[in-house]
């Protein structure tokens, strides 16, 4: 079982864009990462879940917002200069789209090796951590690494996935 673990941990090293929500640190894998953009004017969409903010023109192209901290039910705050949005690249039915997240502040992009990655914390079975790629300890604390392709249900996925 140790191996299992250890292969997985070795298979998520690489680069993240960290970001914060709140005091808290996250992590995406750079790959997904298309962009950052300062905030912008977001159209705000009728009848759509909380979480999702509405939409941008980004160069001509439509793109949904998702706000995580609605998402991860945290509270609520005004945006800052430093709020941003990270357009990454998600996979859907049809090909790849573009969604962008909502977050308080990027940090950096850190190089994790696998050996700092630890499985997400198991809460028992009534919890969904299927949105956690693993925890990685770096510079001093710990990052929660997220998969961002699972962070929406697929029902919420195709959801905002038909918005574009």
Do not use: H
């Not at 970001?19 to 996250?26: A, R, S, T």
């Not at 160069?59 to 200069?81: H, S």
């Not at 790849?96 to 630890?118: F, K, N, R």
Request: aromatic share 6%; charged share 25%.
């Amino acid at each position: 079982m140790a191996e299992t673990a250890e292969k997985t941990s070795v298979n998520l090293a690489g680069k993240y864009l960290t970001f914060k929500l709140i005091n808290e640190e996250y992590g995406i894998e750079i790959l997904k990462v298309r962009e950052i953009i300062g905030v912008m004017a977001i159209t705000s969409l009728p009848r759509t879940p909380p979480f999702v903010r509405g939409v941008i023109n980004l160069r001509g192209k439509v793109i949904p917002v998702i706000d995580l901290r609605k998402k991860f039910d945290m509270e609520n705050t005004d945006d800052t200069d430093q709020t941003c949005i990270i357009v990454v690249d998600v996979a859907s039915k049809n090909g790849y789209i573009q969604i962008g997240i909502l977050v308080d502040s990027v940090s950096e992009v850190l190089d994790i090796a696998g050996e700092d990655i630890e499985d997400a914390p198991a809460f028992g079975t009534n919890i969904d951590t299927d949105f956690i790629l693993g925890m990685a300890k770096a510079k001093g604390s710990v990052k929660i690494l997220l998969n961002i392709e699972k962070v929406l249900s697929s029902a919420e996925f195709e959801n905002v996935a038909g918005m574009v």
